[in-house]
């Protein structure tokens, strides 16, 4: 019983990690890594939000870029988690947890930024807020979407969707991989010039 729930389980990553394989998601690594050594080159920065598991997943995100990756001669790249406690326990005890994100958004983002959200459900109302203020403030947008993509479907400025899984946890797996590529290739494209004039 145990090994047939872990086989059936092994077979599920491993299928969602094919969604990695098709064109769009190729295109969007290749884009979202482009958008990343943009904010690095022009002395932007990178904001990063979700809820539950993708916040742990945006603190990871920012982690990589503010610290290393692979690349441990390479310069630090900007990069916020919008995840710190005392805010968020303000805003949301102020005027609620809608909007946790977009006050923060509101107060760190600049025209040029980049904003991420991830969110496997699309229909986070915090996430859907803080879009919309940086939408306002001039900054690009990237959503990580799973499921149908929800209420955030078509709204960002670049998207990637990851299909066919009820649950969060296969979604945010297949999320992560894809912050791991994209992290790997604008680390190349700084430690090899050859390469960042790649167009977006």
Same mark, same amino acid.
């Given at each position: ?28 690594? +290749? ?10 080159? $022009?002395? $932007? +920065? ?88 940086? +939408? ?65």
């Amino acid at each position: 019983m145990l090994e047939e729930l872990i086989q059936n389980s092994v077979k599920e990553a491993i299928a969602i990690q094919h969604h990695l394989e098709k064109k769009e998601s190729l295109e969007f690594i +290749k884009i979202l890594a482009n958008w990343l050594y943009e904010c690095y080159e $022009k002395d $932007k +920065k990178v904001l990063i939000a979700g809820n539950g598991g993708s916040l742990c997943d945006a603190d990871h995100f920012a982690e990589e870029l503010t610290g290393f990756f692979r690349q441990r001669s390479r310069p630090a790249i900007a990069a916020i988690s919008l995840s710190h406690p005392a805010h968020m326990s303000c805003v949301a005890n102020d005027i609620g947890f809608d909007f946790v994100f977009s006050r923060a958004v509101d107060a760190l983002g600049k025209e040029g930024d980049l904003l991420v959200v991830l969110t496997t459900s699309g229909n986070s109302n915090n996430l859907i807020q803080a879009v919309e203020s940086a +939408k306002k403030q001039g900054m690009k947008t990237v959503a990580f979407l799973g499921k149908e993509g929800g209420k955030l479907k078509g709204v960002c400025d670049l998207e990637w969707i990851v299909p066919g899984f009820g649950f969060s946890d296969r979604i945010q797996e297949a999320h992560m991989s894809a912050i791991h590529i994209a992290i790997e290739v604008v680390e190349t494209m700084i430690c090899s010039p050859c390469l960042s004039a790649t167009p977006s």
